[in-house]
Nanobody, 115 residues
Framework: QVQLVESGGGLVQPGGSLRLSCAASGRIFRFNIMGWYRQAPGKERELVATATSGGSTYYADSAKGRFAISSDNAKNTVYLQMNSLKPEDTAVYYC?????????WGQGTQVTVSS
């Protein structure tokens, strides 16, 4: 059984930075695709960033130039570095890992950007 545990969320002022972590436990050899999603109150969950095992990355327009997705395969951990945070980045952030053919989701971590 694969479990994902996210951490790193919290309250930050506009312009600040946070790094989210998503640690995977269980029988994972290698991620095929890793991703971060977010869901703001009253809105649908949206894609923030993804990366493939081949090195391809994708960022939502709202994340380009500010966020960076990365991983440490030795630690089975996925990261999302978020810089220049804005109030509209406030949401619950979820990590998703695909190990074909299965998808695994974390429980979410709250990010609040407010002065």
């Amino acid at each position: 059984q694969v479990q994902l545990v996210e951490s790193g969320g919290g309250l930050v002022q506009p312009g600040g930075s946070l790094r989210l972590s998503c640690a995977a436990s269980g029988r994972i050899f290698r991620f095929n695709i890793m991703g971060w999603y977010r869901q703001a109150p009253g809105k649908e969950r949206e894609l923030v960033a993804t990366a493939t095992s081949g090195g391809s990355t994708y960022y939502a327009d709202s994340a380009k130039g500010r966020f960076a997705i990365s991983s440490d395969n030795a630690k089975n951990t996925v990261y999302l570095q978020m810089n220049s945070l804005k109030p509209e980045d406030t949401a619950v952030y979820y990590c998703k890992i695909t190990v074909f053919p299965n998808n695994y989701w974390g429980q979410g971590t709250q990010v609040t950007v407010s002065s």
